[in-house]
């Protein structure tokens, strides 16, 4: 049976069509990625008040989390299971709680747990490239796996000091990549529907 579709609409729920509808909303897009670096660059501007706004945030998905795990405990089959899950929720909750109570407290905490992941990311990379030599990129794994390890350290070396300023620099960070994404996204949707 021949299509009696015309060949240059795309069907609704195609590639094409999905892409029309971002077309449609480029402006927006463009706008979201410039607000986004504008967040960047202010929290970047105050990297303490941008370090307790990511702690507040952190504590209220704890929270959140305590939630659901105590709705899960009270749909457990058996009693072991509903204590475990009732547990982990108190935990949650306690942790969300601490962190929305004593922010600086919190970040302190984070920032430590977070320079020893990089440090040992960082090394577990190292020995995946020393395992890899001689195949594949492992010049570029050994590469990031140094420059993890080193971060880390960084953060380690410093804390508590560094665990003023850690979290909201991350955060600043991604905000201004973030944002940069979606402007280029919305400009190259600009751009296609501007060919097309």
């Known amino acids: 049976m021949a299509n009696t579709r015309n ?3 795309p069907s609704p729920h195609s590639l094409g069509s999905g892409l029309a509808a971002l077309r449609a909303h480029a402006g927006w897009i463009v706008a979201f990625g410039i607000v986004l670096i504008i967040f960047g660059v202010l929290a970047l501007g105050s990297v303490l008040a941008a370090t307790i706004v990511t702690v507040f945030y952190v504590g209220v998905m704890m929270l959140l989390a305590a939630v659901a795990e105590i709705i899960l405990a009270f749909r457990a089959q058996s009693w072991s299971k509903f204590f475990i899950w ?9 942790a969300g709680v601490l962190a929305l109570s004593d922010p600086l407290l919190a970040a302190s905490v984070l920032t430590l747990m977070l320079g020893a992941a990089l440090a040992a990311t960082g090394a577990v990379r190292i020995y995946l490239a ?3 030599r001689g195949g594949g990129p492992w010049l570029w794994i050994m590469s990031s796996g140094v420059i993890t390890v080193l971060l880390g350290l960084v953060i380690l070396f410093q804390w508590p000091t560094s665990s003023l300023y850690t979290l909201g620099i991350f955060l600043g960070v991604d905000l201004v990549f973030a944002g940069f994404s979606w402007l280029s996204i919305g400009m190259a949707l600009r751009r296609h529907s501007s060919i097309s």
């Open 7 to 9: 060949a240059g609409t």
């Open 86 to 94: 009732a547990l982990l929720g108190v935990l949650y909750a306690a």
């Open 130 to 132: 020393l395992h890899m």
